[in-house]
């Protein structure tokens, strides 16, 4: 178990920062998440952190040791690969062995490890196979009972998921949570799945452009977004932006709903507007429109849940409203959130 | 007319060209008229002389079943040939796949200047055999050899150290051997090269991280995998070193007292220079069990190794 702290680290490529002066640290026994679109940093970061790639300029820390001029192996960390990176040519035991050969550890020590890093994964009764004979559910077991074998300070996951079928995804993301939890280990965990990113982490650091636009919880970084790039990245439909004099207005499909929800004593912002489509997804209906005077004509979306039995329809001019605690405000120049106007009510 | 005769012909043409059927043994015959015209009927022609007495000279051959074979079993020289055919491959393919082991590692890596030495390491591979061996011709020349001559400059070899590099039968061996390293070096390095390039750079990633150091990398992850390709190399090798002879011709001839003999150019000694086509077919044939082993084995060997 240990921290993980990096300190202004960069990764140049040709010129261009592929990680620019990223400052984080991760807790002790925290799962954290690196979230951001591809070409964001988040696996160039990670490998930094597991010493595949030596950083520009900065500082990488793993339990309060700068670690930035150590070989991977010195580090001891774990990392699981999106493609899982089975050896081939060794059966399953020897892949989860390997490891511990490495260390020079006694056979009978290996022997009894590797049951019991097979036994989390409840792979024991593949370990003669060859990793070709598996599916893919199987290798992403092996994988990290590999990772876990060594007892390692530090878990590194690249996408590990990614490679699985969405029904085996769900139930993959669910042992993975149960096993970080039972062991206590840090892990870094790389996505760009925001619904994985949201399930799994304890914190999300989201990324673009290999800066951190935001670090916080899965609450805060949905709820309160820091900047405009996380507001329209993380939720699907992501949140309605409206933008006048300067300042942009956010909020969420799921909280702009028909005047009707509301009672008149709430405190909510009214926003007529022109419906274009609707879409009916089963649980919920996504009704896609825009905006009406006073307001710019700016494209937004509502997400109705079905206990909403307001009927909408195509080319109809409905009022929508939000309630002011669920608008957020960012400054167009900077993307940055700002306070909100003054006024409560448009004009 | 003349333009109705011609959409003719080309419709003609281009039924014939769709029709799949003629169209495959089209496009196969040049392979199969190669292979029986140059490879075929020469082996089976072989094999009728060597149960024969022919000759160059003669016109009438005469059968006389297992006789050359019982001929050759009983001549020393034909035993001492196929121990230098069977040294001059396994030494000079040790080498070859040791050295391209380490050269496609090195060229593996990123340097500056990388494209020139992948250049001049397959050099020796383009040049024309022949003309690359006349050129070591000179090199080994017992008068001339820059080697001798450099290294005495340079004060390795006394004024009493002057070898003669074709001369004496174990430096002519190794001089052969040298040669044919030379020679198809490159073609294992580009083989394994291709070999290395193709395992995914996760697995090295993942090794390292699995804490392994150089050797154990290259030990455990690196050559086991490429082994299957390996072995093709190593085949490759063994084939046309077992059945070339051109080094051997142009550098010693066999020499000195058929210390570098080897089964190829015994057999050309024999059947063509020599005159007696029989023994020299039967000479040659000998090559063939031993490459159809040396085949089967390898392929096998790969086909076990084959990890993916």
Same mark, same amino acid.
């Given at each position: ?27 002790? &026994? ?105 599916? &893919? &559910? ?71 452009? &290999? ?137 | ?194 070999? #290395? ?20 990398? #290259? ?71 031993? #490459? ?17």
């Amino acid at each position: 178990m240990a921290t993980v702290e990096t300190r202004a680290v960069t990764k140049s490529f040709d010129g261009s920062n592929a990680v620019d002066a990223v400052d984080l640290l991760v807790k002790e &026994g925290e799962f954290l998440v690196f979230l951001g679109p591809s070409g964001s940093g988040k696996t160039t970061l990670l490998r930094m952190i597991a010493g595949l790639e030596a950083p520009t300029s900065g500082d990488i820390l793993i339990g309060d040791k700068v670690v930035t001029q150590m070989p991977p192996r010195a580090r001891n960390i774990a990392m699981v690969f999106q493609s899982y990176a089975l050896y081939p040519h060794m059966s399953v035991f020897k892949n989860i062995a390997f490891p511990l050969d490495a260390q020079g550890m006694h056979r009978d020590e290996t022997r009894k490890k590797v049951e019991w890093a097979a036994g989390l994964f409840g792979i024991q009764r593949l370990l003669q196979r060859k990793p070709r004979q598996l599916s &893919g &559910g199987e290798r992403q077991r092996v994988a990290l009972a590999r990772a876990v074998v060594r007892e390692p300070v530090v878990f590194l996951l690249d996408e590990p998921l990614s490679n699985l079928d969405a029904k085996l995804r769900t139930s993959a993301r669910d042992e993975l949570q149960q096993f970080q939890r039972r062991l206590g280990t840090t892990t870094i965990y790389v996505t760009h799945d925001q619904v994985e990113a949201m399930g799994l982490g304890d914190r999300i650091a989201v990324l673009n452009n &290999g800066r951190i636009h935001q670090l916080g919880t899965p609450q805060e970084v949905y709820d309160d977004p820091a900047d405009i790039f996380v507001a329209t990245f993380i939720g699907a439909p992501p949140m309605n932006l409206v933008e006048s004099e300067g300042i942009v207005t956010g909020f969420r499909p799921e909280h702009f709903l028909p005047h009707e929800i509301y009672h008149g004593d709430q405190d909510v912002t009214r926003f007529p507007f022109k419906v274009t489509r609707v879409e009916y997804l089963g649980s919920d209906r996504l009704v896609y429109g825009i905006l009406e005077q006073p307001f710019p004509a700016a494209h937004v979306i509502s997400r109705l849940p079905s206990n909403v039995s307001v009927a909408v329809r195509k080319d109809e001019h409905h009022e929508f409203v939000v309630r002011n605690r669920d608008l957020r405000y960012f400054d167009r120049a900077s993307g940055k959130r700002a306070t909100p106007p003054s006024r409560t009510t448009p004009p | 007319m003349i333009a109705g005769a011609d959409a003719a012909r080309t419709r003609g043409l281009r039924r014939f060209i769709d029709n799949e059927r003629w169209l495959g043994r089209l496009l196969l015959a040049p392979a199969v008229i190669y292979i029986v015209a140059l490879v075929g009927f020469p082996f089976l022609l072989a094999i009728y002389y060597s149960l024969s007495d022919a000759t160059v000279g003669s016109r009438t051959l005469h059968f006389v079943g297992l006789r050359n074979y019982g001929q050759i079993m009983d001549n020393p020289t034909f035993w001492e040939s196929l121990r230098n055919a069977i040294v001059f491959t396994l030494v000079s393919q040790v080498l070859v796949v040791v050295l391209a082991k380490i050269l496609a590692l090195a060229l593996n890596r990123n340097f500056r200047g990388k494209w020139l030495v992948r250049f001049l390491i397959l050099l020796p591979w383009v040049a024309p055999i022949s003309l690359g061996v006349i050129g070591w011709l000179w090199i080994f020349d017992p008068v001339y050899s820059i080697i001798n001559w450099g290294l005495r400059a340079i004060g390795v070899f006394g004024p009493n150290t002057w070898p003669i590099w074709l001369g004496q039968p174990n430096l002519a061996m190794a001089s052969v051997i040298m040669v044919d390293v030379w020679r198809l070096l490159p073609l294992a390095t580009v083989i394994i090269l291709a070999g #290395l390039s193709s395992i995914p750079q996760d697995i090295h990633d993942a090794a390292a991280v699995d804490g392994v150091g150089f050797w154990r990398h #290259l030990f455990r992850i690196t050559i086991p995998l490429v082994m299957p390709i390996m072995l093709v190399a190593l085949l490759f090798g063994v084939v046309f070193t077992f059945t070339d002879m051109i080094v051997i011709f142009v550098l010693t001839r066999g020499g000195p007292y058929d210390t570098t003999q080897v089964l190829a150019s015994y057999a050309f000694f024999t059947g063509i220079q020599g005159g007696n086509l029989a023994d020299g077919a039967a000479i040659s044939l000998f090559l063939f069990p031993v #490459l159809v082993g040396v085949a089967v084995l390898f392929l096998t060997m790969a086909r076990r190794a084959e990890v993916t």
